[in-house]
């Protein structure tokens, strides 16, 4: 039997904040591509995610762009409806430091 961690969530975690201001996850977010058909624990796996991200100027600071980060997933066998899924612990990252990971405490079981 092989065990996967094929992601059903995932946690976006802002830049660390810095002089010049504070990132923050904008409201709502992030937002997955689900599989249809594909689940564990009756939870549909993660096919892709994208997280925005605003940036709050200090009163010294500059403001700057909002940024969004994807996490795709990488080109695997476990496929659902021909994509590949998003597997435990793939991450996406901004210049910024702005991070997107998929996440699953459970696993998809194949025997």
Known sequence: MTAIGAARTAD???APQTPAGTWQVTPGQPVTVTAGKLRVDTRPVV???????????????????????SANAKNTRLRCDGRPVLLDGDTAQDSYGNTLKATDPGRLRTE
């Not at 892709?48 to 403001?63: E, K, L, N, V």
């Open 12 to 14: 976006a975690t802002p």
């Open 47 to 69: 096919l892709g995610a994208s997280c925005g991200f605003a940036f709050a100027p200090s009163p010294t600071g500059s403001p700057l762009p909002p940024s969004t980060v």
